[in-house]
């Protein structure tokens, strides 16, 4: 479904990543761990093609489907952007602006999409809404993102995010503003999605635990460059990499026993 080939992605010509590879299936979530500035979000962010500051991909190539990405027109990013390929940001509210309500926001993106009345565009919005176990769709549709809790607003960024059922879900850093009873929640929902409905899912998270609770496949960043890469057992028990061992061990313990 995905592959990125010996992809080096820079800003101004200096390298943030490089030689990354990645090929992945249909419904698989992979995580991508690693300390702050290893060029996790800096992957994701040009497999959508929405690199900051004039960067782009110098060397290598992203397929979606068989498609290059680096080809994409301003036309196809449009219909492909929440779509097929779809975004959680790590708080999802922030990336809303305060002064419009969500209901007003949800509108616009679903009608972005297609042609539909207003009147369906808010049903559909709240349907989606109620499929995240957000309660009163219509009265959060009727508030500003400041009066959601955060937990309510990364689900109405998955709301909106899964609106079309995607092939591919972005997720960067979707639990870290969230106290650990709303990770947990957020986290089995986004299992549910993968289980409902196939979407394969992309995971940015410097939380080791919560990796190795929800991935198939786990890649170690450090310093732009891939450190290191199996599946969840041979991460957690067999891999020899001292980076990968040395975050392994940031992990909390809880009375002598790790939960990783």
Sequence with gaps: MLEIKNAT??????????????????????????????????VIRAVLGLLPGGGKVTSGDITFEGTSV???S????????GADISMIFQDSGAMMNP???????????????????KKDAWDKGV????????PSGDNIMCSYPFQLSGG?????????AMTYQPKLLLADEPTSALDVT???????????????????????????GVAAYMSDYIVVMKNGRMEDQGNRDYILHESENAYTKTL??????LGGERFV
């Design 9 to 42: 992605i820079s800003y101004k010509n200096v390298p943030t990543v490089q030689d990354f590879n990645l090929n992945m299936k249909p419904g698989q979530i992979i995580s991508l761990v690693g300390e702050s500035g290893s060029g996790k979000t800096t």
């Design 70 to 72: 680096l080809s994409y």
């Design 74 to 81: 301003s036309e196809q990013w449009r219909k492909i952007r």
């Design 99 to 117: 002064t419009r309500k969500i209901g007003d926001v949800f509108i616009e993106y679903i009608k972005t999409h297609e042609k539909i009345s």
């Design 127 to 134: 349907q989606m809404l109620e499929r995240m176990r957000l």
């Design 152 to 160: 309510m607003r990364q689900r109405v960024g998955i709301a909106m």
């Design 182 to 208: 709303t990770q947990a929640q957020i986290v089995r929902q986004m299992l549910n999605l993968r289980d409902t409905y196939g979407t394969g899912i992309i995971v940015v998270t410097h939380n080791l």
């Design 248 to 253: 392994l061990d940031a992990v909390p313990s």
